[in-house]
């Protein structure tokens, strides 16, 4: 007989080691040190999955019902392997985005909506809050074992309220997790101290079973085989051996249950997502946490049996790991293994506490008082302290309600099957969340629509049914369907019947889940700020996904001063002033400097804010400070969809192809116009060379040449020469064109008299091919222009117009005319004029019109790009079309001044 | 200097993940489930209680040669 004072002393020494544990843990993640930084820590955390529920449940379950209790450890044990592709993922995300909890999640991924957060919230209150209860209804249970052995019956509503220990307990936890879960406003921030009280708690509650396990095994039995042994001559045990008959769509159902159960439930959530330090310590989750349950659920077997073969009915299967030490007197073992029951409760309650609290503020009070009360919210300095005590209130409120089920209910049906029922309850958060991580099409109204239908069937299915079975609602209800409908039975709906209430109802309301979210999902579209959300959620671990995976999409902006001041009004001075300043100092801007917040700061402060009081409404306050709004749905399509980046790609790439296409086919032409070129002025060069040497030797070899034929030789002998010149000079003065060496003289000049020297040079020309010259020049004032340079330029336009019309009957105009302040040349032929495909290859070097093969071309192919190379050194243009009676014309226009 | 290349493997760690998970799958699930549920014992240990816990331990035995795996091994990054 272990005395009462005994084990609540005990019981609150061990309480107030957790408070010196997690004072420590906080002390070191204040230095820097943190002790939880390490997967196995992680992994130990994670472990709060394991409640009383599995410490004294599984050993009653598995004495019903043999193995049926393992499904729910093999579905967790299942879910991480898919780590990388959902846990991992949601790890990710949430570190990112500074998620504060599933429902925060939730109402992230589809647009930040408040909506989704608030029905969240408000289905895991229904549904999980009562888990808490039970809780505390097994430390109770256990106390009341304990003290009172051999008689385990008494109800715990004939205990005196202010003589309970439970309300110690509870007091006690309610002050953990107030003093250890808001130490800091942002709620994104790691709980460092609880984790590793929760952590430590893990090991106990571990320890304790094992050493219960191995005492009932080993001590009372002689080993695993000796039980199973002495069991299988039990029919009624050795029926637990099997699966019977209708099991199996119960134990897949279950398989599948705690796989859902285990990645939504808000305290996993809250230890997984929420307070990872690092996210490689996923990988060791994978196979250690699996083994964790390995190792609490290798004993519970044998318990149950070894249980129902020493007291059969006589005492409740849940209190066998603690009967059967204490019917063997081992006092310090039935103490430990209460102590690792209270592990097992305190740190579900915790844990629970801290993230319902949690969403209960973010998610459900703080955006209906910034509704209902923005103008009173408004006009204080400091929110973050009536964040913190909603928080606090909230946190109270949920374990004093705990305590008060338990008083008022706690021998009901509905609370023994909270355990499963919570589990269908936090199911019903999968499609949305699991959807939402990997189809990017879900929409805000599919995963309400899903949530909410969800819900409804659980409800029906499942709650309602067991507060009838309570007595608190007709039993008829749960026996016969609402109203007597046979069709509306809540426990066979539909005429489904033959599964265990929990199957039946996991099948209804994921039916009507997953069916609602996808269908209203395929039907209903994205906002901008939805498709937003939904690519950074879904390709958050695609190395080429969007930047840093956080949303830089404000097109608005704000005046630093007011995001400041809000900041500071939810996350405190010191808070705002260190995020602000952080943020400067990594991109050296002095934010004194700064009044316009960019789009980048302004995203900065909305995740500030999201940590604190939740991602939907941090948005609406960045949103009441800052102008404009997110980019439009056609801009985010764009930006987003890699669909259509690709096609940009592709069509970049396309049309740089396509340039460097067109680039080589012009330096072919190029290539080949120089080897042209090259071909024609070897041959320019070699016939007058050919006529010069010719005559020189006639000459030679005659000297009795009669001196009017020795006069004409000479003659050409002097010519060819002069050409040979000309064509030397032309070449050479391309060259230093080119290469920009040629040497400028700018002055004033009347451009009427330098067209009239030029005119007056090439008179020859025209007499020799009897060709005509009309000339219209008007009297222009005088411009700054390098005089030869544009001489060169009439007259190759005057020589190139008479090599291209008929001798004796060409006619060839010359224009001067004024355009602005400069001047218009204009010299038209009445020859074959030019291809039209020419008429801007014509100003090509080497290029010379019409087939070199066949016409003997009658230039050197240098005359117009030289004059083009001139006119636009001297800032004008020059062109070529064809007249509208034949002919080519030119024209050059000139301004007053060449450009400096 | 000659070095012999090598393809990555094609397929890395999530991969290795999903499949151990398909192996869980048919351990724990029915029809695989149903050939264990016999009345037999073996060692003294029933057939159902050998085959999950077994079954179950490989499984972890799996999993973690698969993440804690050499980086290298792993055909992609993450």
């Not at chain 1, 790439?653 to 460097?660: H, M, S, V």
């Amino acid at each position: 007989m272990i005395s009462g004072p005994v084990v609540v002393a005990i019981s609150i020494a061990y309480l107030l080691m957790l408070f010196a544990i997690a004072w420590i843990g906080d002390r070191r993640a204040a230095q820097g040190r943190s002790l939880i930084d390490n997967p196995t820590t992680y992994v130990l955390s994670m472990a709060v999955f394991c409640t009383s529920w599995t410490f004294y449940g599984s050993v009653g379950r598995a004495a019903q019902g043999g193995l049926a209790f393992l499904p729910i450890y093999l579905g967790p044990t299942l879910v991480v392997a898919l780590s990388s592709v959902i846990i991992g993922k949601m790890v990710h995300i949430g570190r990112t985005h500074r998620i504060t909890s599933i429902a925060d999640f939730i109402s992230a991924r589809y647009g930040k909506s408040p909506v989704l957060g608030g029905i969240v919230t408000i289905i895991a209150v229904a549904g999980i809050m009562p888990y808490i209860s039970l809780q505390l209804k097994a430390v109770s249970t256990t106390l009341t074992a304990v003290l009172d052995w051999p008689n385990v019956s008494s109800p715990i509503t004939t205990i005196p309220v202010l003589g309970d220990t439970v309300l110690l307990v509870a007091l006690f936890l309610a002050a953990f997790a107030i003093l250890f879960g808001t130490r800091h406003i942002d709620a994104s921030e790691h709980h460092q101290g609880m984790v590793l009280a929760i952590a430590f708690e893990s090991v106990i509650k571990l320890v304790a079973f094992l050493a219960v396990g191995a005492f009932v095994t080993y001590h009372l039995h002689d080993g695993f085989a000796d039980i199973f042994l002495k069991a299988a001559d039990n029919p009624d045990l050795r029926r637990l051996f099997t699966l019977q008959g209708s099991a199996y769509g119960d134990w897949v159902a279950l398989v599948v249950l705690s796989m859902l159960a285990f990645t939504c439930l808000p305290r996993q959530f809250q230890v997984t997502v929420v307070e990872n330090t690092n996210r490689h310590h996923v990988d060791r989750m994978v196979w250690l946490f699996p083994l964790y349950l390995l190792a609490i659920n290798i004993f519970v077997l044998p318990v149950a049996l070894a249980g129902r073969m020493a007291f059969g009915d006589s005492v409740s299967p849940d209190l066998y790991v603690l009967a059967l030490p204490l019917s063997q007197g081992a006092e310090a073992l039935t103490l430990l293994v209460f102590l690792g029951g209270l592990s097992a409760a305190a740190s579900m309650v915790i844990v629970e506490t801290i993230a319902l609290s949690t969403m209960v503020c973010n998610d459900l009070v703080m955006p209906l008082l910034l509704r209902l009360r923005w103008l009173g919210l408004s006009s204080r300095a400091d929110l973050s302290g009536l964040l913190l005590g909603i928080r606090r209130v909230t946190m109270a409120v949920v374990i004093l309600l705990g305590y008060a089920y338990v008083r008022l209910i706690g021998d009901s049906y509905a609370l023994a099957t909270i355990g499963l029922t919570s589990f269908a309850a936090a199911a019903q958060f999968a499609p949305a969340l699991i959807g939402g991580i990997l189809w990017k099409g879900a929409t805000e109204k599919g995963a309400l629509a899903g949530l909410l239908a969800g819900f409804a069937i659980w409800l029906y299915t499942l709650l309602l049914p067991n507060f009838a079975r309570s007595g608190w609602l007709p039993v008829e209800f749960a026996e016969q369907g609402l109203a007597g409908i046979e069709f509306l039975k809540p426990y066979a709906l539909f005429g489904l019947s033959g599964l265990e209430p929990v199957t039946h109802s996991l099948v209804w309301s994921m039916l009507a889940n997953i069916g609602a979210y996808v269908l209203v999902s395929l039907l209903t579209g994205h906002t901008a700020l939805e498709r937003i959300q939904a690519s950074l959620f879904v390709d958050a671990l695609r190395p080429t996904g969007p930047a840093h995976g956080r949303s830089r999409f404000w097109r608005g902006t704000a005046s630093v001063a007011e995001l400041r001041a809000l900041c500071v009004r939810f996350v405190g001075l010191d808070g705002a002033d260190r995020a602000f300043a952080q943020w400067a100092g990594q991109r050296g801007i002095d934010l004194n400097n700064l009044s316009e917040a960019d789009p980048d700061l302004v995203d900065m402060a909305e995740t500030l804010l999201a940590g604190a009081i939740g991602t939907a409404s941090a948005r609406v306050m960045v949103a009441s400070v800052s102008k404009g709004e997110v980019v439009g749905l056609d801009e985010v399509m764009e930006i987003l969809d890699e669909a259509s980046q690709v096609i940009a790609y592709s069509q970049r790439l396309e049309a740089a192809t396509a340039e460097l296409k067109d680039a080589n086919k012009r330096l072919q032409e190029l290539d080949h116009m120089k080897d042209d070129f090259i071909s024609t002025v070897t041959h320019e060069l070699r016939t007058p060379l050919t006529s010069i040497r010719s005559f020189s030797e006639i000459l030679f070899d005659n000297p009795e040449m009669n001196p009017d034929q020795r006069q004409e030789f000479l003659s050409i002998v002097i010519k060819e020469s002069e050409r040979l010149t000309r064509l030397i000079n032309q070449v050479l003065d391309m060259a230093k064109l080119e290469s920009g060496r040629m040497t400028w003289t700018i002055r004033p000049a009347s451009p009427r008299a330098l067209v009239e020297d030029s005119i007056a040079a090439t008179h020859a020309l025209f007499e020799d091919k009897g060709v005509t010259l009309e000339t219209d020049l008007a009297d222009l004032p005088e411009m700054d222009t390098d005089a030869d340079k544009f001489m060169q330029v009439v007259l190759n336009l005057l020589s190139n117009a008479v090599k291209f019309v008929e001798p004796g009957s060409g006619r060839v105009s010359l224009g001067l005319a004024a355009d602005g302040d400069g001047l218009r040349l204009r010299v038209a032929d009445n020859g074959t004029g030019l291809p039209s495909d020419s008429l801007e290859k014509v100003f090509d070097r080497f290029l010379q019109v019409g087939d070199t093969m066949t016409n003997k071309p009658k230039g050197t192919g240098l005359g117009l790009a030289i004059s083009k190379t001139i006119v636009e050194h001297l800032g004008g243009r020059i062109w070529a079309e064809n007249g509208p009676q034949g002919g080519a014309v030119f024209t050059v226009t000139l301004p007053r001044q060449p450009p400096s | 200097m000659s070095r012999r290349l090598r393809l990555t493997r094609p397929s890395g760690k999530p991969e290795r993940l999903a499949a151990a998970f398909l192996l869980g799958l048919a351990l724990f699930l029915p029809p695989l489930l149903n050939v264990a549920s016999r009345d037999a014992l073996v060692g003294g240990i029933p057939v159902l209680v050998l085959w999950l816990f077994g079954g179950w331990l490989a499984l972890i035995v799996v999993l973690a040669l698969v993440v804690e795996g050499k980086p290298d091994d792993d055909g992609r990054p993450r």
